[in-house]
DNA sequence: TGTACATCAGTGAACGCGCGTTCACTGATGTAC
DNA sequence: TGTACATCAGTGAACGCGCGTTCACTGATGTAC
């Protein structure tokens, strides 16, 4: 007995999903605080009033997004933490990752950068929330690597949100170098390298 | 010859600088993309009109308030970097100066956090301008230091901006704890502390 | 010092416009029998 | 399978409101003589 989703729910998420693309492209050159209503429902061409079967307000859209933002990518974190190899090796891989991921969806990193810090209190609660998630599934990998021996869980977690900001910082200057020039990116991928190696050494001799 | 500023220089002077303080009070709940000019000339108490004497737009304001934010700083950053003692006790004292500055200054730290990444183009630029700045001049204080000696320009100016970027992490964690109990606010020092520690233990090993 | 004119920070009325929200509605889809 | 009723996603008109910007103005301050 599969489940077909029923004709009217379909086209209601359907909508939905018109919805959540439609502001995050407008998102790109302004704040959540000011995106307006009919603005988003404009961009999708449905009338204004249909915006309020799906959400509240646009800050309850805000905080759907931070979900589709940020709730497909625990799995992908967990791996590249724990992924094998030596040093080198694990931190050009964490950030090819990223820059994967700047190019297949800047509107969203975008998004999580703007409004972690933005104006509307629901949504950056939300990111806060899902970005200690990160820090804790970090911590956990963390906690199982042989370099972690004699770490105590405080300084696991320390180091976990390090990686965590390091992380956004990262994907922030790749998001900035989006429309640059190939060598500008590369820069980027330079600097960060040289801090995630600057942080490893910090970790490798932490109990000296 | 002392330069009294004439009557009405100062009476402008001063309006404009109510501009300035009514916007950045407005700016705690929300961002300055959504932020209105009858908003903030509503605040101060003169008419609409009144706003275009001082800025163009809500935008020109945001730039001057950057100014006004980051502008008295880097005497204080330079400071910091190049003050004397050991690491433990240059680690306590960063992070007692950041304390201190976000207690005096709330409002000017949380518009720097959420405008740095936010929807208002020509403020984003003049805040990765200042902080440019920030990180040239903490290289420069670095590359005086004794331990700095064998290492590269490149590298010293990537150290210089995980610096600067940890200093910004750092604030906005206190901007979050600044209405909490004093435990969370000693913890966020405890974790500062920390991460500033293996930065420092990282850039100790850098070379071997 | 006094007078006549220039400057210009702040005013207040007016404008057209898009906003968020309400309401009763329609008609396709779903369900019970 | 067919019929009768219920549900509910999306509509469209209407509302009151605050917005940014324009314009000609006022009257205190500044300046030239």
């Given at each position: 007995m599969?489940?077909?989703l029923g004709i009217r729910q379909a086209q209601k998420q359907k909508t939905r999903q018109a919805l959540l693309d439609a502001a995050?492209?407008?998102l790109e050159e302004?704040?959540?605080?000011?995106?307006?209503?009919?603005?988003?429902?404009?961009?999708?061409?449905?009338?204004?009033?249909?915006?309020?079967?799906h959400f509240r307000s646009t800050a309850d859209l805000g905080v759907a997004l931070v979900e589709e933002a940020l709730g497909s990518l625990h799995p992908m974190i967990r791996t590249t933490v724990s992924t094998a190899g030596d040093s080198?090796?694990?931190i050009a891989r964490?950030?090819?990752?990223?820059?994967?991921?700047v190019d297949a969806y800047p509107a969203h990193v975008r998004f999580i950068a703007r409004e972690r810090h933005g104006g509307v209190q629901p949504v950056r609660e939300a990111i806060q929330a899902q970005l200690a998630r990160f820090a804790e599934e970090v911590k956990t990998e963390l906690a199982k690597d042989p370099e972690s021996v004699g770490w105590n869980d405080d300084d696991?977690?320390?180091l976990a949100h390090l990686y965590v900001d390091q992380m956004l910082i990262t994907a922030s200057l790749f998001l900035e170098?989006?429309?640059?020039?190939?060598e500008q990116r590369e820069r980027v991928t330079q600097v960060a390298a040289r801090q995630l190696r600057l942080i490893s050494v910090g970790r490798r001799h932490w109990l000296d």
């Open positions: 599969s489940h077909t995050l492209t407008l302004q704040s959540l605080s000011s995106l307006g209503l009919r603005e988003v429902t404009r961009a999708v061409g449905v009338a204004p009033t249909a915006f309020y079967r080198g090796e694990r964490a950030i090819e990752l990223i820059a994967r991921h696991l977690l320390m170098a989006l429309e640059a020039p190939q």
